[in-house]
């Protein structure tokens, strides 16, 4: 055992026990920050487990979750200034689109031709058990309208980048779920307001366009730069020529804007016709932003390897936020919202499995679309609910199906390693 962690395993003791003894004299003042100092503490501790080092993301995921759930205040304000700012919430869900987009490739879109079956399967599994047992939850629990829309919406977005680390380490079909978590991010624009607009009209108002416009700005737009950067590494100098065209005319287009330009559409334009427009500008952006950012991995070669962990900051950042603005909403409702994640989870794993087998598909890739239907992209969930204006209400599924959906993942993908298929 390392020196460093012996002397994590005496901090986690003795947290421990000071927390029993604060907790038996029924001083909140003491027990309080102590079972935040414990949380924290476990989440320092796992990186030195063999067996849950796997299990650091979730405790720290955990740890934040109390912290902002004890001290909701000190979260949500820094001064004078609003944690909760619209666009710092969507700069750190774009950080987690892109950090997640780095580890995509095009080539990725490939495995359609090779696997169209097991493609097809994934995304019909996805897109239709998913925000129909969330619509079933809804009903049996009777949640409030906007906490019903929000495991609504979960349930209705694309794959998380997470299916793929459980498919690795399941030793399943990667390719396959590669591809599947790529394709369905792709049509989320469409198919998630879609499914919104069917099932949770009622409950809240859901604007078609809009919603797609918010999809395209915090998943595509991030996914699309990490993208450009991968072409830039294999593309030919002819595409490249290209691009650079295209970041020099979306330079002068953002500069263009705060010079006036944004005051020139809107005198010319109105309602949607002015989204499509502002939706421009956030396309250039993604152009300069692959660019520059495929510049710095050529000074910083490691870079790529980075942006991952910086892609779990933000989802730490935004499930604290979404839980400190919450708080009231979870001390109500927290205990059946635990209980319908795992339920929505369970019930993915075992549609996308069973019904990949009854198509055709072998274990492993069954396995695969498991992983994709059971694991749902929770940071964009809690985009879209920003978005939405109701971060404490229609956000509270993601910020309770997150940290759920790494457990049972990593839980299921280790079972299955241990467990080869034939």
């Excluded at 369970?346 to 055709?360: C, E, M, N, T």
């Excluded at 209400?393 to 457990?407: K, Q, R, S, Y």
Aim: glycine fraction near 10%; include cysteine; hydrophobic fraction near 55%.
């Amino acid at each position: 055992m390392y020196p460093l962690a012996k002397v994590e395993g005496g901090m986690l003791l003795f947290t421990v026990v000071v927390f029993g003894v604060g907790w038996m004299a029924n001083d909140p003042a003491v027990w309080h920050p102590l079972l935040v100092m414990l949380a924290a503490t476990l989440a320092i501790s796992l990186r030195f487990s063999k067996n849950f080092r796997g299990y650091q993301f979730t405790a720290w995921i955990i740890a934040v979750v109390t912290a902002a759930m004890i001290y909701p205040a000190q979260f949500l304000h820094v001064g004078n200034f609003d944690m909760r700012n619209k666009w710092v919430m969507l700069i750190a869900i774009q950080l987690v689109m892109f950090g997640m987009g780095t580890q995509m490739s095009l080539k990725d879109f490939a495995g359609v031709a090779k696997s169209p079956r097991g493609v097809l399967v994934g995304i019909v599994c996805h897109f239709s058990v998913m925000p129909l047992v969330g619509l079933a939850l809804t009903k049996i629990f009777r949640f409030e309208p906007e906490i019903a829309a929000g495991v609504i919406l979960i349930g209705s977005c694309s794959s998380g980048l997470a299916s793929n680390v459980m498919a690795y380490i399941a030793k399943s079909n990667l390719a396959l779920s590669v591809t599947v978590t790529a394709v369905t991010t792709m049509l989320a624009p469409i198919l998630t307001p879609l499914w919104m607009k069917l099932l949770a009209g009622t409950m809240v108002e859901v604007k078609f366009f809009n919603m797609m416009v918010e999809i395209v700005k915090i998943v595509l737009v991030p996914i699309g730069a990490a993208l450009i950067h991968d072409h830039l590494k294999h593309g030919g100098p002819g595409s490249r020529k290209i691009l650079c065209g295209l970041a020099a005319f979306s330079v002068a287009w953002l500069g263009w804007l705060p010079l006036g330009g944004w005051a020139f559409l809107q005198s010319h334009f109105t309602g949607d016709a002015l989204t499509a427009l502002g939706l421009v500008g956030f396309l250039l952006s993604a152009v300069v932003v692959g660019l520059v950012y495929h510049g710095l991995t050529l000074w910083f070669a490691r870079l790529d390897d980075f942006m991952p962990k910086a892609a779990m900051a933000g989802i730490v950042y935004v499930t604290a936020m979404t839980t400190a603005s919450g708080r009231d909403n979870l001390l109500k409702v927290g205990g059946l919202l635990f209980l319908a994640s795992a339920l929505h989870n369970s019930a993915g794993y075992g549609f996308g499995y069973f019904l990949s087998r009854a198509s055709g598909l072998d274990k492993n890739s069954a396995r695969s679309v498991a992983f994709e239907v059971g694991l749902q992209n929770g940071g964009m969930a809690s985009g879209l609910a920003n978005a939405m204006g109701k971060l404490a209400t229609v956000g509270l599924a993601a910020a309770i199906f997150i940290p759920w959906m790494n457990i049972s993942g990593s839980v299921l993908a280790n079972y299955w390693q241990k467990r080869p298929a034939k």
